[in-house]
């Protein structure tokens, strides 16, 4: 029974349904990100390289791929446990030849990499010619997995940093807008003033969770969007030369 909840949790949290609405703190923030992966994934085929794939949670987006192979840090901001990985990276090399890989997928990991632009070289390496990368980055949004959180990027950085390091942007556009931006900070800080790791938390949470994630659901419906501020940068690339 507690394997079929901490299923039905991972679940909740990357892919929030209709009952996530109500007990998953990040469902504005995850229900963006899914929805952009979800429409994309269409565009990744051949042998995919999932780069900081920790449990894989959208692997199944991606059916276009005959190979699936996920990559992670050894020592991260996240248990072993928490993990489903076929490879470890060094934090320098990604163990692979030369154009190995049709298809690269990497969904909230350079705010976690010191040397971005080496990693990037990294991924042009690996990656065929024209091979297609699709990279999602964290624009607001608290700190997490410590140490290990080192940046926020915005728009221009990232065009510079991608176009710098050999890759064609396809296109790129956000995620989430101010209005859902501030409701989810409100459940954010409700979360982070509670005790640590009780029911008590879990408890006092659930009433906020659901009051500010209607709120940030019908005020961005009814008023007009600001993309000003947003959640996280979507990017599809093409790797160039």
Not at 112 to 124: K, R, S, T
Not at 217 to 226: A, F, N, Q, T, Y
């Amino acid at each position: 029974m507690r394997e079929r909840i901490n299923k039905f949790i991972q679940k909740e949290k990357f892919h929030p349904s209709f009952i996530g609405f109500f007990i998953n703190h990040n469902f504005l923030i995850r229900k963006s990100l899914r929805k952009s992966l979800k429409s994309n994934a269409g565009l990744l085929e051949g042998v995919l390289l999932d780069f900081g794939c920790g449990t894989k949670p959208y692997k199944f987006f991606f059916v276009a791929c005959k190979e699936y192979i996920g990559v992670d840090y050894k020592i991260e901001g996240r248990e072993e446990k928490q993990k489903d990985v076929d490879v470890f990276y060094d934090g320098k090399n990604i163990p692979f030849d030369n154009n190995k890989f049709d298809s690269i997928l990497c969904t909230e990991v350079l705010e976690h990499v010191f040397n971005i632009d080496e990693l990037l070289m990294e991924f042009n390496r690996v990656l065929k010619l024209n091979g297609k990368l699709i990279v999602t980055t964290p624009f607001m949004w608290e700190e997490h997995e410590m140490p290990y959180d080192f940046a926020r990027y915005t728009t221009p950085a990232l065009k510079y940093l991608y176009e710098k390091n050999g890759f064609k942007i396809i296109h790129n556009y956000q995620t989430g807008n101010a209005i859902e931006v501030l409701q989810q900070f409100k459940i954010n800080y409700i979360k982070n003033i509670l005790p640590e790791k009780t029911i008590f938390k879990h408890i006092i949470l659930l009433p906020f969770t659901v009051y500010y994630n209607l709120k940030g659901v019908i005020m961005s419906w009814i008023l007009p969007k600001d993309k000003k501020t947003y959640f996280n940068n979507v990017f599809l690339l093409e790797k160039c030369e």
